[in-house]
T-cell receptor, first 112, second 116 residues
């Protein structure tokens, strides 16, 4: 069984630009969660998508947004990038009515 | 909203000793408590979890205990080995009646170092 995949592995952007990060779930998984892992801050919940809808969002500004596609893959968009957005962005997925979250390898976003 | 505190932030033990990491949470509705291990440069991986209808769960050298009244839970690793060195995160969530999970709220992590 293929694991959760994320692309790109690394992304370097300039302040003010937009970044798009992608997540492909394990086959049969329908929920996607996005987390930000900044240095020294642990994992902070960003967004949760289930069946194509946003179910919950964490304490992040509206310039963090995303969507989930009919094939359950997901995209995280970060607009008007700021230096403090530099972090590892992890997505995790669960199967329908499942509770174990499986993480992808992450996308390292660097904002200069 | 839910708040999770994790202690200690760093822990150094000798190989063969036990390690204990503690977490407290604030929302009494939370009912699912997983622990994740993250090795350097790798993704977090679930190592053990517990639901609120159980007070303790064990898997070989790893155990988790839960005190719902006091709203705290702990990870216990016995007979530690150098390969146990990693960052450990506790997390809290709410499972609905169908077993579907909401998002996880994580503690800030504990860096465990096991010296040979």
């Amino acid at each position: 069984e293929a694991g959760v995949t994320q692309s790109p592995t690394h992304l370097i952007k300039t302040r003010g630009q937009q970044a798009t990060l992608r997540c492909s779930p394990i086959s049969g998984h329908t929920s996607v969660y996005w987390y930000q892992q900044a240095l020294g801050l642990g994992l902070q919940f960003l967004l949760w998508y289930d069946e194509g809808e946003e179910r919950n969002r964490g304490n992040f500004p509206p310039r963090f947004s995303g969507r989930q596609f009919p094939n359950y893959s997901s995209e995280l968009n970060v607009n008007a990038l700021e230096l403090e957005d530099s972090a590892l962005y992890l997505c995790a997925t669960t199967r329908l009515a499942g509770y174990e979250q499986y993480f992808g390898p992450g996308t390292r976003l660097t904002v200069t | 909203g839910e708040n999770v505190e994790q202690h200690p932030s760093t822990l150094s033990v000798q190989e063969g000793d036990s390690a204990v990491i503690k977490c407290t949470y604030s929302d009494s509705a939370s009912n699912y408590f997983p622990w994740y291990k993250q090795e350097l440069g790798k993704r977090p991986q679930l190592i053990i979890d517990i639901r609120s209808n159980v007070g303790e769960k064990k898997d070989q050298r790893i155990a988790v205990t839960l005190n719902k009244t006091a709203k705290h839970f702990s990870l216990h690793i016995t007979e530690t080995q150098p390969e146990d060195s990693a960052v450990y995160f506790c997390a809290v969530s709410y499972l609905d009646y169908g077993g579907s999970q909401g998002n996880l709220i994580f503690g800030k992590g504990t860096k465990l170092s096991v010296k040979p």
